[in-house]
């Protein structure tokens, strides 16, 4: 039997978007590290860059034969254990015009952004070694089984036809639900809603969501698996659901409080790029503004409810991304159109309400799984290392206390006092305040 060919316009497309899914991860680090205050920035920045890592590791050792190696329903056996049998050669069953390692690597940096996705509920406080111990087993037992449920040959909600494009349910939800539990498990910072904690760098923030921005077309386009009409739908989508969703948060931030931030620009951006994740490539472009201007306005009323309790979801991570991700997964049973993607569904406005049922039930199995498994790792981790870091190195910052360096040597502006409101909000420094920092530096 002859070997499926090789297309090189697809492999090549493939693998501009594998390194675009990269570069989401040093963009998502500038985006959180800009939130953050300047004794945390590098510990955030570094807990997305050894997410990549330790995720590659087991991606290659056991990750990817369980999340797509041939299995049950539930799981995937371990025929591709240390990437054997996942060679150059393609492998019908994902993509019969690429070489298998190329999908397997695809494959491998969604799970390495996803756990570096939720390091943004613990800022400040968990060890670093704690979080990549955490990392490395949530991603066996909750990301994997999650990737064969939907994405997997034989996996029960990919089976039933629920529709996840590029990982709504997989990355986003599980990543947002994983984060409420950690947020409650560890508890808020010692100074939590004691003193301010604005952004140390907010054209951080806006640089890491411009990179973001970017690399999500390999994440969502790259995930049609070739260089095709539903890839060019996929990006086109993409890029109209961040437009739409940029726009209504800054309406609803004028509307509030009569500013429009940079903080809300980007963040208004990030979810609009989640919501379309699982719809991109079953969507028409005006459905894609629909779903915009829809979750943007839900996951702003989440993210300024939560800033009024006591749950310290330190970056909003649930609202950004388990928020968004729910509202993009139900959304996509409503607009998803067999018209643009053949292999896909109609959805409610087609005259399929069965599907809008489907994606619930997906967006459930999906919240209670990664909820209660994620809290038993954690209880069962807090057994045998400590999460937190002591009392004095939060006072002290953690990127001292965990990494022995600081972010900036010699300056103090992170000890300023500005004008904060909710994370939508961008920090004012008046120009007296800027002086003081200056004449105290000198």
């Not at 493939?14 to 985006?31: C, E, K, N, R």
């Not at 910072?189 to 003193?195: L, M, S």
């Not at 969501?209 to 994440?219: K, P, R, S, T, Y």
């Not at 994606?359 to 045998?384: E, H, M, N, R």
Request: aromatic share 10%; proline share 4%; glycine share 12%.
């Amino acid at each position: 039997m002859q070997a499926p060919a090789i297309s090189s316009g697809d492999t090549a497309w493939v693998l501009i978007s594998t390194a675009l899914v990269l570069f989401m991860v040093p963009g998502l680090a500038f985006f959180y590290g800009g939130l953050v205050r300047s004794k945390s920035a590098l510990n955030t920045m570094l807990m997305s860059l050894g997410a990549l890592a330790i995720v590659t590791v087991q991606w290659v050792l056991v990750g990817y034969s369980v999340a797509f190696g041939p299995g049950s329903t539930w799981i995937g056996g371990l025929s591709f254990f240390g990437f054997q049998g996942v060679t150059a050669t393609p492998n019908p069953t994902y993509a019969a015009a690429l070489p298998h390692l190329l999908f397997a690597a695809f494959q491998a940096m969604f799970a390495g952004i996803t756990v570096a996705l939720f390091s943004g509920a613990i800022i400040d406080r968990m060890r670093f070694v704690a979080y990549l111990a955490f990392g490395l087993i949530w991603t066996t037992l909750v990301y994997d089984p999650l990737a064969h449920w939907v994405w997997g040959d034989g996996g029960w909600l990919r089976a039933l036809g629920a529709l996840d494009f590029a990982g709504g349910t997989v990355v986003h939800i599980s990543a947002g639900v994983t984060a409420l539990v950690l947020a409650k498990v560890l508890g808020p910072r010692r100074d939590f809603k004691r003193v301010p904690t604005v952004p140390h760098n907010v054209p951080f923030v806006l640089l890491g969501a411009g990179m973001l921005w970017f690399g999500w077309f390999g994440f969502n386009a790259g995930s049609a698996l070739a260089a095709d009409g539903i890839a060019a739908n996929a990006l086109v989508t993409t890029h109209a659901a961040a437009a739409a969703s940029l726009l209504t948060w800054s309406l609803l931030e004028l509307y509030k409080s009569g500013r429009a931030t940079a903080v809300g620009v980007a963040t208004g951006a990030v979810v609009g790029l989640v919501a379309i994740t699982p719809a991109a490539g079953f969507v028409t472009p005006m459905s894609a503004l629909a779903i915009g201007f829809l979750a943007a306005p839900v996951s702003f009323f989440v993210l300024h409810y939560r800033a009024k309790t006591s749950l310290d979801d330190t970056l909003d991570v649930f609202a950004c991304h388990g928020v968004a991700g729910i509202m993009g997964a139900v959304l996509t049973g409503v607009f998803a159109s067999k018209d643009v993607n053949p292999i896909g569904a109609d959805g409610l406005l087609r005259g399929n309400p069965t599907l809008v049922g489907i994606q619930l039930l997906a967006v459930v199995a999906t919240v209670a799984f990664a909820g209660t498994a994620s809290f038993g790792i954690l209880s069962a981790l807090k057994l045998v290392v400590p999460l937190r870091i002591r009392v004095d190195a939060e006072v002290q910052g953690i990127d001292l206390a965990e990494h022995g360096e600081e972010a900036y040597h010699g300056s103090d502006l992170s000890d300023l006092t500005g004008r904060r409101t909710a994370l939508g909000d961008a920090v004012v420094l008046s120009a007296s305040e800027m002086r003081g920092a200056a004449a105290r530096r000198a």
